[in-house]
């Protein structure tokens, strides 16, 4: 059963454009959210993460937004560039002794 | 620098070997972590060990063992009884008892011939 839906599963995007990933959710429970971002043949990085008492939460070019009532939440990257051509997973957790529970990914192509 | 090594980067193994997967950590994380990516299955959890001697099956357990004698070292080993083994192992660590910020090894790639 897969617990975070992420979409889209594939996205290219135009060199300065926004990119969009979105995340759906059913465990209310969850109250912590990170997106990783992965280069090819390399290991997923913790790229940013937000808690649910906050709708939104920027760093840099990289905003996530969050919609509690919806159980959803959603990856911006403004003026997309090339370097940002990876793929996205989006998570969540309970918190405390609990373990991540990752989508399946988005694969961002970001053309010059 | 700290972090988490894996080895080898590339493994081929025949049909009914076993395969041991190493995991290294100098980052004096608690709790480590073992997932399998596949394309367009995102990362499934196979393991994870939260203090020495001590570790719990994830999603998909059935097929691999691990074992957890040292805080550093965290090896999977993928067994005969794995159905679909081909795939790419990822170590993870985090230094709280809960896994909110992971740091991932660069993986292991594994081909059964």
């Known amino acids: 059963q897969q617990q975070v839906k992420q979409s889209p599963q594939s996205l290219i995007v135009q060199k300065g454009g926004i990119s969009i990933i979105n995340c759906a959710y059913e465990?209310?429970?969850?109250?912590?959210f990170p997106w990783y971002q992965q280069f090819p043949g390399k290991g997923p990085a913790l790229l940013i993460a937000?808690?649910?008492?906050?709708s939104e939460k920027k760093e840099g070019r990289f905003t996530i937004s969050f919609n509690k009532s919806a159980k959803q939440f959603s990856l911006h990257i403004m003026d997309s560039q090339p370097g940002d051509s990876a793929t996205y997973f989006c998570?969540?957790?309970?918190?405390?002794?609990?373990?991540?529970?990752f989508g399946k990914g988005t694969m961002l192509l970001v053309s010059p | 620098d700290g972090g988490i090594t894996q080895s080898p980067k590339y493994l081929f193994r025949k049909e009914g070997q076993n395969v041991t997967l190493s995991c290294e950590q100098n980052?004096?994380?608690?709790?480590m972590y073992w997932y399998r990516q596949d394309p367009g299955q995102g990362l499934r959890l196979i393991y994870y060990?939260?203090?020495?001697?001590?570790?719990q099956k994830g999603d998909i357990a059935e097929g691999y063992s691990v074992s957890r004698e040292k805080k550093e070292s965290f090896p999977l080993t993928v067994t005969s009884a794995q159905k679909n083994p081909t795939a790419f192992y990822l170590c993870?660590?985090?230094?709280?008892?809960?896994?909110?910020?992971?740091?991932f090894g660069a993986g292991s790639r594994l081909t059964v011939l």
């Open positions: 980052l004096n994380h608690d709790a």
């Open positions: 993870a660590s985090t230094s709280s008892k809960g896994a909110n910020v992971l740091t």
């Open positions: 465990n209310t429970a969850f109250d912590y």
């Open positions: 937000i808690r649910p008492d906050v």
């Open positions: 998570a969540a957790s309970t918190g405390g002794y609990s373990t991540l529970t």
């Open positions: 060990s939260q203090i020495v001697n001590d570790f």
